[in-house]
């Protein structure tokens, strides 16, 4: 038997106390001269998208820990990281589009940053579904470590070609105002603890995911352990001779 | 037995072409389908010339690029379990059977490329210019989709609703080889420098190169 | 919408969905605990 899961209570409450301190800085913090009080969107987004990519980066070293050690801590660290990278990359895209409708006008503008995050969305997602095609616990941390290592070694390639692809010939669409001109001091404590408090939000999301990851293996682990009827048990052998 | 890393590679590349002379799911279902893309575009999208000449490279790359994966695909829900425990059992190097797949694959796609690539210059009226940078273009994509469609089909296969994810993990990473391949054909349009493209599109090779052959053991053996 | 409306919306959105995926792990870990109680 393995040992039982230890189920900690902790991270909700780190989770909703970070949060409340990030929503009360990013409140009172004063409005921008330039963009005046849609400024406070950056105070999530930036977060965001800090953490998509960081998030990210542990799955790559959790897939290259897992194909060097073949320890399966690895593997679970690479797969919540991932799933937790997705909602963040996910969150990031839509406020930064809620972000450039009052700001530019439009949803979405063909932005390297912008294509290039949707583009790393939709890798890690593929990634994710790798993972929900098999229940074997080896094969899948295989299978999807080669591919997280495969999606971020290319997605350096996918941002310069990104990049170059919206520098060296097409001109900018549109004119866009830079992003916020720090000018307070308040302001940037609020980006700072808004990007340290959804940090600490996602190591804590990351023990509870780890722990449902236990959870679900020690699921299978039973289930694949009981003894189910099997079609054709209640068929006795006919007992012959026995006149 | 087969010895001799190149010798393997070779028995793999026979084996794939000889299929596909049996089979001809390349040449008579997925090139058709193809160009029947390319004709359906302009039923869309109207029908003038001039917009036509201007979208027909880009609607090409991106048509070879889509249906790339389905090279893939086909190739993964070949390559099932049974297959590869006697492929295993004859003492086939894992990397060398990566490697011929790959070679296989990369033919059907230039195959695939060349033809298609015929209709669009006839159906769009495509200019040509530079004539050798686009062809090592050509090798380019074509070996870059084939590498990703292999690595890809060897990660997802033994999983039944494996095949069906293909497409979804080959179709992000192959944006620099298609960013790659459209920016060549207006470089060489326009006359820009088109070298950092190319180089581009070789260090997507070169990575995914050395990434499949590298996984190739450790894939096989779960 | 006024600039506040935006801010509201984005807010929304953002803490909104992170109470809503915190919740579904937590939903996960009960289901994967009582299941597991009930097995064993």
Known sequence: MEPQVRIRRWPWVVIALSLAVAFTLSMISPA??????LVRIMYVHVPSAWL??????????????????????????????????VYFTGLALSLGMIWAKPTWGVWWTWDARLTFTFIM???YLGYLALRRTTDDPIARASRSSVLGVLGAIQIPLVHFSVVWWRTLHQPPSLIKPDGPAIQDPLMLTALIIGV??????????MVKRIEL????????????????PVAGEAVTAPELGAT | MITGFW????????????RERRQGDMLW????????????????????????????PGMYWVIVMLFGVLVAVSRASRETLPQQDASALLGLDPAAGFVGRTVSSAIFLLIFEAVVGIVAIGLYDISIIGIGWLALTLLLVAAGLALLGTLTAAIVNSSSAGTALVPLLVAPLSVPLLLGATQTYDGLQG??????????????VLVVAIIGVLTARPLQET | MSEWGWVAFAYGVAYGSLAVYATSIAIRIRNARKSIGDAE
């Open chain 1, 32 to 37: 921008d001269s330039v963009q005046g009080d």
């Open chain 1, 52 to 85: 998509a990519y960081t998030a990210f980066f542990v799955t790559f070293v959790g897939s290259v820990a897992y194909l060097v050690t073949k320890n399966l801590k690895w593997d679970r660290i690479a797969a919540a990281s991932a799933e937790i990278g």
């Open chain 1, 121 to 123: 969305f939709f890798v």
């Open chain 1, 196 to 205: 340290i408090a959804f940090t600490v939000v996602y190591v804590a999301l």
């Open chain 1, 213 to 228: 990851i236990h959870l679900d293996e020690r699921r299978l682990q039973i289930e694949q352990s009981i003894e189910r």
């Open chain 2, 7 to 18: 010798h393997q590679v070779r028995a793999v590349v026979d084996r794939d072409l000889l």
């Open chain 2, 29 to 56: 279902i997925t090139i058709p389908f193809g160009a029947i893309a390319l004709l359906l575009i302009p039923l869309a999208i109207g029908t003038d010339a001039v917009l036509l000449r201007e979208i027909g």
């Open chain 2, 191 to 204: 006359g820009y420098g088109i070298l950092s493209w190319v180089l581009l599109m070789v260090a997507v």
